[in-house]
């Protein structure tokens, strides 16, 4: 069984359209983030939530908007999309935030390419 | 501010020998340290933490790292390296003194190790 699950793998579009990539994960984890890792590899946290609770948003555009409908879900939509939003997206859950010892696991990620 | 550094951005290794990804960090307070793996058009497969206590950490797939406190230092090595073992390695860390961040953590560049037959 997958524990962190992403839809879709891959997701072309067009520069101004909105879409949504979807996480899900069931390994009963209170905090879900989405990391973003870019055309050189490297990998940013852009969103954290602690059950359905955001807890990190790292200066990231407005256009961006994660929705956590329960702790098991976490949604990131993209308004507008521009050329430079393209890159892999990497949903993760790990058990809690305090204390900060818990590992992270990871999706096996969406590439989104903005052409 | 917590930062990680990658020196290397390639290593490459012959199969059956020593390997060492390296690794070095600044936090302000004590360091949560992990290792993550990632294989081509992958997620990130987490192979090993460092919290407290040993500083020989052991993990999946034979690998381990070393905690050196003095050096800030968390480098990932395995004794015999095999073709399968190619792939991306991110250190990443996690600074104990900031709560309540939502377990936020700081990556590294990435070492792109190759291990040759």
């Known amino acids: 069984d997958t524990a962190v699950s992403q839809t879709p793998k891959y997701l072309v579009t067009q520069m101004g359209n909105d879409k949504s990539i979807k996480c899900e994960q069931n390994l009963g984890h209170d905090t879900m983030y989405w990391y973003k890792q870019d055309s050189k590899k490297f990998l940013k946290i852009m969103f954290s939530y602690n059950n359905k609770e955001l807890i990190i948003n790292e200066t990231v555009p407005n256009r961006f908007s994660p929705k956590s409908p329960d702790k098991a879900h976490l949604n990131l939509h993209i308004n507008s999309l521009e050329l430079g939003d393209s890159a892999v997206y990497f949903c993760a859950s790990s058990q809690a935030s305090a204390g900060g010892t818990d590992t992270q696991y990871f999706g096996p990620g969406t590439r989104l390419t903005v052409l | 501010a917590q930062s990680v550094a990658q020196p290397e951005d390639q290593v490459n290794v012959a199969e059956g020998n020593p390997l060492t990804v390296k690794c070095t960090y600044s936090?302000?307070?004590?360091?949560?340290l992990f290792w993550y793996v990632q294989y081509p058009n992958r997620g990130l497969q987490f192979l090993l933490k460092?919290?407290?206590?040993?500083?020989l950490v052991k993990g999946s797939y034979g690998f381990e790292a070393e905690f050196n406190k003095s050096q800030t230092s968390f480098h990932l090595k395995k004794p015999s390296a095999l073709v399968s073992d190619s792939a991306l390695y991110f250190c990443?860390?996690?600074?104990?003194?900031?709560?309540?961040?939502?377990?936020?953590?700081?990556f590294g560049q990435g070492t792109e190790l190759s291990v040759k037959p």
């Open positions: 990443a860390v996690r600074d104990s003194h900031i709560y309540n961040q939502g377990g936020k953590l700081i």
């Open positions: 936090v302000s307070g004590n360091p949560y």
């Open positions: 460092y919290i407290t206590g040993d500083n």
